[in-house]
C-alpha cells in the first residue's frame, strides 16, 4: 500500500538536499501519516484510515461523513 492520506490524497514530493557547498542530491519528503481508528456515528463503529495529520487536524472541524464523500470513499468498506 502506498504511503498516501486516505482523505486528502497528499503522498511523498520530491525534493533535493541542498549541502553546504551546494550540492544537490534528490530525496523524498514523506507525509506525516498516523494510523487512525475514528468513531463513525451514521454507521455506529469504528473506522481505521491512514491520515496525515492535517488531515486529522480537519476532521475536528469538518467531520468523517462529509470529508470521506468529498475524498469518494465508502466507509462501509473501511
Known amino acids: 500500500m502506498s504511503r498516501k492520506c486516505a482523505l486528502t490524497g497528499k503522498k511523498a514530493n520530491n525534493a533535493y538536499a541542498v549541502s553546504h ?4 542530491t534528490k530525496k523524498l519528503q514523506e507525509v506525516n501519516l498516523q494510523s487512525k481508528r475514528i468513531w463513525w456515528p451514521q ?5 481505521r484510515l491512514n491520515l496525515s495529520t492535517k488531515a486529522i487536524k480537519a476532521l475536528k472541524t469538518r467531520g468523517i461523513e462529509a470529508m470521506a464523500k468529498e475524498a469518494g470513499i465508502n ?4
Open 75 to 78: 466507509l462501509n468498506k473501511c
Open 21 to 24: 557547498s551546494h550540492r544537490r
Open 43 to 47: 454507521g455506529n463503529r469504528w473506522v
